[in-house]
């Protein structure tokens, strides 16, 4: 624990994990603050967003705090998968009476690159996160050039050992169990996949560098249990999403504070990689994994205009309601005082 803190020159070893879509710089400050390490994801930012919110950071706080990107190779479009995903979904752009042809371009997530770095520049943050492996060896040297402690996640063993061979300061053990995106990169075989504390204690004794234990971890006791499997520290996701400080719309906080946040699956429907979240109808009917999508993240942009008629009407049968296995935690709290309760199974 005390090394962890010592590295990223934080209080409190709790992370704030970085959730795209949901939060901007409000939610990281507030963590930081508080003594946290708070988070600010930048894979769907363009550069100048990603500069107005460095900007704010920096005018909210002088603690640490983080900047994660994603790491994926962008793929070539194929036109027959994008065909076959379409048609998949022909029969609820009828029913919403949608245009097919109103699919808007673009793929909404874009890989750590050198312009981005060049923003980064100029703010020095004090740290910089990683998800689907490390950016390119000369990215990465030019991220450490300003002092930066870099951070991603591994979601097996063999990930955690290539993530230090390659240059990780700290290794986030991403459990099974956790919201979102699997960090996954080695492999794309989800048997191989484990939970959290299945997962901690092996990824500790097969690394020296510090490991932050990340899935299904919402209130101090899950803290407590994580630090005393080795753990340095601790990253939460789905337990700050119902924060005032977030972003998230009424619609998944509602979802994430029902019943049916007891019900999650990981699924490759909305953005062509797996990711858990709460299940709705699209994944019922579908199947939460399926070969239709397109490769990440194109898979993207045929659900986004199902996804914008459907929660006009007050439903989230098309929303990726991202959430992990614990919703427990998911409190109108702020995120302050969740952080500092967070850090209570630390004492």
């Keep these: 624990m005390d090394t962890l803190n010592r590295l990223l020159g934080i209080e409190l070893p709790i992370i704030q994990a970085p959730m795209a879509g949901v939060q901007g710089h409000a939610l990281a400050t507030a963590v930081s603050n508080a003594g946290g390490l708070g988070s600010l994801p930048c894979a769907m930012l363009s550069v100048d967003t990603l500069r107005a919110e460095l900007q704010a950071i920096r005018a909210a706080t002088d603690r640490p705090y983080n900047v994660n990107f994603f790491c994926h190779t962008p793929p070539q479009p194929d036109a027959a998968r994008e065909a076959t995903w379409r048609a998949a979904l022909a029969s609820y752009y009828a029913e919403l009476q949608l245009d097919p042809g ?3 371009a673009g793929t909404g997530r874009a890989p750590f690159s050198a312009e981005l770095a060049e923003v980064l520049e100029a703010f020095h943050p004090p740290v910089v996160s990683f998800h689907f492996g490390l950016p390119s060896p000369d990215l990465l040297a030019r991220v450490k050039r300003w002092g930066a402690r870099v951070l991603s996640s591994a979601t097996t063993v063999e990930e955690a050992q290539w993530l230090e061979a390659n240059g990780a ?17 080695l492999s794309d075989d989800l048997t ?47 337990a700050y999403l119902c924060c005032p400080e977030a972003t998230t719309s009424a619609l998944h906080r509602a979802a994430l504070q ?9 699924t490759n429907l909305f953005t062509g990689r797996p990711a858990r979240g709460i299940v709705n109808r699209v994944m019922r009917e579908l199947g939460p994994m399926s070969a239709a999508p397109p490769a990440f993240p194109l898979a993207t942009a045929a659900v986004a205009p199902l996804r914008a008629q459907a929660e006009r009407l007050g439903s989230t049968d098309f929303t ?22 967070l850090a209570g199974g630390a004492g």
């Design 192 to 238: 191989g996949q484990m939970g959290t504390f299945a997962l901690l204690p092996q990824v500790v004794a097969a690394v020296r560098v510090p490991v932050i234990a990340a899935g299904g971890i919402a209130d101090a006791q899950g803290v407590r249990a994580a630090l005393a499997l080795g753990a340095a520290g601790v990253q939460v996701g789905t």
């Design 169 to 185: 300061d700290a290794v986030i053990a991403q459990g099974l169990e956790a919201g979102g995106h699997r960090g996954m990169f």
């Design 320 to 341: 990726p309601l991202w959430s992990g296995q614990n919703a427990s935690g998911c409190q109108d709290m702020p995120a302050a005082q969740l952080t500092r309760a």
């Design 258 to 266: 029902s019943d049916s946040a007891r019900h999650t699956a990981v």
């Design 102 to 104: 109103d699919v808007p």
